[in-house]
Structure formats: C-alpha cells, structure tokens
C-alpha cells in the first residue's frame, strides 16, 4: 500500500468525517465539492470536529491543528485530483450524479489512482465500467462518527483487481479503522444490510399513522436497552441520506407507502431545514432532544 495522497470528493457530513480523520492519522488530504459554499460549510464541519477530537480522543491542539494544516479544498475537479494516490467519493445517494461523476473523474485522475465509493447503498458494478479503470474501483464504507465508530466496510466488485483490494484494507487500518472485508457485493454491505430495514420499519410506522416518532423510539429504547431509538439515529444519519434512499425504493419498487414517506421527509423535513443532528434539528430538537430527558423512558 503506496497511498500519501488523497482526495475525498463530496464534503457533506461524512465526506468531512472521512477527511479529517485520513488527515489526523498523517496522510496528505484535499477535499473536493462543487462550489465554495458547499467547502466553507464543511470547514465549519471539520472545526467543530476538532474540538470532538479533543473532548472523545484526548488529542491535543498542536495534534487537530496539525491534522488541518494538511488538508486543502478545491473545487476543481482535475486540481483536486493531480496527486490523489485514492479517491474516495462521498457524494449523493443517486445513481445518475455518481455515474456522471466517475465518467468524468476516469478521464482526469492520474493513471495509477484507485477510486473507492463510499455509498450506502448502491454496488461498484453498478458504476465500474463508468470510471474506466473497473479493476481500481471498489467500495469502502464509513459508519457516522467514524472516530468513535470506526469501522470500515471494504467490498470489492468482481473486477476489482485483488492487490487493491488488499491495498485499501491496510489502508483503512491505517487510519485508526476496524477493516470488514466483503468478498461478495452485497446491497447495504453488513451494516446497512441490517440498519436500513430497521429504519425503514420505523418511518412506515409513521407514514402509516400507527406510531409518533417518540413513542417508536422509546419502544426499542425499552424493549431493548439499545441507547437511540430508530428516529434517534436517522437524525446522525442525516434526513437528505434517509430521504435520498427512500425515493430510490420508491421509484424502484413504485410501493405507495415509500412514495408517501418520501413527500413526508421532503415537505415536513427538508424542505424546512430540519436536516438532523448537524442542523440543530430532524425528528428532534438539538441539544437536547427529549429521548435524553431522564423521564422520556418512564411515562
């Protein structure tokens, strides 16, 4: 494994998670995003990250000063991408704008630059013949709060040449991940196999009227110990995440309830920027939501 440079494209909630955390464990980082805007709001990100880094890690100022000093931002693309050794693509759940992306990185990224999808969802077969080097591209997935969560799913298409596949796993570890490696494309990889028919359930409880949020929440909180409800932790994941694989189901599968869903979290979330946890408020009201009244479980 030869990587020093890396380019992370997309600078969302988890783009900028990836980022700084590839940067704090030493490694050369540029952060690509469509316009300025969009890289000034991840440079608030990364801020306040440093100070989680500090309060969850113990690490030190001269340690999250020198993890930014080796970050850069750009929002050309060819730029972004002159040195990158990997690329890792954070950008929107949607096929159509990942595809039109690859098509367009494969012809600019040096010849010898691995790319890895972060999707959620979606498999590298879906998009391998898209970037024009199928046997560089693979997937490697992040859990939110990668500093605390830090797994790192790595999933190779069957195109994926082996030695890269190796490759990306040593360096997952070298950025303080667990590495899981898949040997099969699996939708949803080990993770969201499991966590995203969980969240599904509980959003069509709401859009079928059977439950309120908190009530949901405070059933599994109850019934199985577990720390967040379902509602709880679609506000880590973000409501546009949430909403973005909702529509994709929809259109997919033409279910009424997932349509439904998906004009619920549009008009009553997004559309009034109640985008989750990093906007101050999703399914609940930041920082104190009320699943964290020391009440909320008994009544």
Do not use: C
Request: glycine share 6%; charged share 25%.
């Amino acid at each position: 494994m030869d990587y020093k440079n890396i380019t992370v494209a997309g600078s969302g909630v988890l783009g900028s998670q990836i980022a700084f955390q590839t940067a704090f464990k030493g490694f050369e980082v540029t952060v690509y995003d469509l316009n300025d805007e969009a890289l000034e709001k991840a440079k608030g990100r990364i801020i306040k990250l440093k100070e989680n880094y500090k309060a969850d890690l113990g690490a030190s100022d001269a340690e999250v000063d020198a993890a930014y000093s080796r970050m850069a931002f750009q929002t050309d693309l060819a730029q972004a991408v002159s040195k990158a050794d990997l690329v890792i693509e954070a950008i929107p759940e949607v096929v159509a704008i990942k595809t039109e992306f690859y098509q367009k990185l494969g012809k600019i990224a040096p010849a010898h630059t691995v790319f890895a999808t972060n999707s959620s969802t979606l498999l590298p077969s879906q998009f391998a013949e898209a970037t024009g080097r199928p046997e560089k591209f693979l997937a490697i997935h992040f859990a939110n709060t990668i500093w605390i969560n830090n797994t790192a799913e790595i999933m190779k298409h069957p195109g994926t040449d082996e030695k890269v596949f190796n490759d990306l796993i040593e360096f997952a570890k070298a950025i303080g991940m667990v590495a899981l490696p898949l040997h099969k494309e699996q939708p949803g990889y080990i993770l969201n196999s499991l966590l995203v028919p969980f969240l599904e359930a509980a959003e069509l409880l709401l859009v079928k009227e059977v439950a309120d949020v908190q009530t949901v929440d405070k059933t599994w909180m109850i019934a199985t110990g577990a720390p967040l409800g379902p509602f709880a932790i679609l506000d880590v994941v973000g409501i546009r995440t949430a909403h973005n694989i909702v529509q994709a189901k929809a259109a997919a599968t033409g279910n009424e309830d997932f349509k439904k869903l998906a004009a619920l979290l549009q008009t009553e979330y997004i559309d009034q920027g109640k985008l989750g946890r990093e906007t101050g408020e999703g399914f609940y009201k930041y920082p104190k939501p009320a699943f964290m009244d020391p009440d909320f479980l008994k009544y």
